[in-house]
């Protein structure tokens, strides 16, 4: 069990990672220059940054050019790639707030809260064992970012949802999302509800809970002492044991998964969610893991030990401690850096060993986990003081001359540098970016039905659907950029042999590529007669970005022969480059 809950820490450290692979997506662009002089301080954030490397004397890259660094927020913020329109108007502009008000109208627009509701999601999981509750869930979500609503106020309503049906409203959504389908259990002599696992589902929830809101891994206390199991892994949960996580999945001990029942069978994805069952047994077997062996069933959180108040709700005392306690922001702080940075300042994001973190406490024989601790706790702090607004975290990282950095690094680059944060890290476009930058690049949006059954709105951009939705050729096509099943934790995208396959064969690409079906290529051709425009606004629309004059010259050559087929083989190409592939 330890090997392969914890398997990510036992690989090369994802900082070297990121700045190998930032290393080989840059390697064909022009080199940066050097900066010159002390790098400015835009906030708190480039303090800790800089500061740190002019401690260490480590070389860093200059900031990101306007065209660098509008493509990569659009991207980061919005999961869109910027228009030609919206590019000719960021570079003209020259008023010194730019990059700031940008920041301001990306995070107020309809396309972030898209963006970000898919991440949740995602990282949630919301499928399909939902049932219609997914897509209110969903709405939910998408209105609470939108409305900017408190995250700490958000996940309480989701960890304390009130006796509702996840089919009708939204906020009983996620907790029967991870019900446990199985066999009737010992602990209840009913059939409707033995069509979930009770006991199991509870387990699965802290585990959840744990890992996306306290960054922290409870799954191998679920089932053994972390003594003489964890030693090599997490020296904090070395310390725990079995029956503590017992007390942790006991604040969900009285909440019932109720199926529906229709023609005297229970429906699964429609369910009543309550708190009238009996309690969490401790000696009730599992369909996941080895039987419980009894003990304690009172809740109490595996951080602090801390009980539920007198009259209290075990959920709604669970929701309130979680939010409470200064993990919850450090991990909420480290999962977004980690998303907008490249890599966590604790990576994995849901790996945090609590022994580990501050330098004055640190075991004999371990390395400090944070790469840095005091940022880590200043971006907590910070996130706490403002109003556990994620949009306002997502505004003080955009906002800071770290993240604005180059991707582009002057001289020879070292393995060393990764961990001060000495360059932008490229990262692979997820599924759902790949998808919509095409159908933004060609102006050829998708056709997804929003709905559980395929009957709702109509819309064009992955970004916009609840859940995964493809199906035939187009989900063969996201399956190869690594598109979540949320059946499983989501993964980073990386690399496979897959990928150029399907942006070479692929009809989601070479439909699209098409001067047909009012395409964007179609339109520049019926309106330009000059060749070398129509080659011009393909490079601004599909990389953000003018070519240069040798790039200009192939592409040209290409149209001379048949200008239609070699406009389109421009387009295809363009589609195919890093450049277009990667965020840096």
Known sequence: MPAEVHAPLFNAPAVNRAGQLTERVTAGLPQASAPQGRMPRANFIDEHIFSRIERENIPHAPLADDREFLRRVRLDLTG????????????????????????????????Y?????????????????????????????????????????????????????????SAAGPIVREHVEGKPGEEIDNRQLNKVHQMDTHDELAILYGKLFLGINLACISCHD??????????????????????????????????????????MGHFMVDDYGPGYNTKADSMLRIKRFGGPSDPAFVLTGETPKAGEMP???????????????????????????????????????LARQD?????????LQPSHPELLNAL???????????????????NSNAYQLSARFPGEWRESYAEFYARKFARMLTAEDVHDAIASATDR??????????????????????????????????????????????????????????????????????????????????????????VDELFMASIAR????????????????????????????????VEFLYNF
Not at 327 to 338: D, G, I, K, M, V
Not at 500 to 514: A, H, T, Y
């Open 315 to 353: 959920r709604d005392a669970l929701a309130r401690m979680l939010t409470s306690h200064p993990q919850f922001t450090r991990a909420t702080a480290n999962l977004y850096w980690a998303r907008l940075m490249g890599v966590g300042i604790v990576e994995p994001f849901d790996e945090f060993d």
């Open 113 to 169: 809260s898209d963006k970000w509701s898919y991440f949740f999601l995602d990282m949630i999981r919301a499928n399909g064992k939902m049932g219609r509750g997914v897509d209110l869930f969903h709405m939910m979500v998408k209105d609470s970012l939108a409305a900017n609503r408190p995250y700490d106020d958000m996940v309480r309503s989701i960890i304390a949802a009130s006796p509702k049906s996840s089919y009708t409203v």
């Open 359 to 367: 330098p004055k406490t640190l075991p004999a024989g371990w390395d």
């Open 445 to 534: 949006p998708g056709n997804f039905k929003m709905g559980r059954r395929g009957t709702g709105e109509t819309v064009g951009m992955a970004m916009q659907l609840s859940m995964p939705r493809a199906s035939g050729e187009l989900k063969s096509f996201m399956q190869a950029f690594g598109q979540s099943n949320r059946g499983t934790p989501p993964r980073a995208p990386s690399p496979s042999p897959l990928q150029p396959i399907m942006m070479m064969c692929s009809e989601v690409v070479n439909d699209r590529v098409l001067a047909a079906k009012d395409s964007r290529l179609e339109r520049f051709l019926g309106a330009y007669q000059d060749d070398a425009k129509v």
């Open 80 to 111: 869109r790639i910027p228009s030609p329109a919206e590019t000719r108007e960021f570079l003209a502009d020259t008023a010194p707030n730019k990059r700031a008000k940008l920041i301001d109208r990306l995070l107020d627009s309809p396309e």
């Open 546 to 577: 003018m070519p240069s004059a040798a790039e200009r010259a192939l592409a040209m050559s290409a149209m001379k022969a048949n200008r239609v087929e070699g406009a389109q083989n421009v387009q295809w190409a363009l589609l195919n480059l």
């Open 380 to 398: 907590g702090a910070w996130f706490q003081k403002n109003n556990y607004s994620i949009a306002g975290l997502l505004r003080v990282i955009c």
């Open 226 to 267: 972390g003594k003489r199991h964890l030693e090599k892994v997490n020296v904090y949960l070395t310390g725990k044991k079995r029956t503590e996580f017992f007390h942790m999945a006991a604040f969900m001990g009285r909440t019932r998964y109720v199926p529906q029942i229709e023609k005297r069978e229970a429906v």
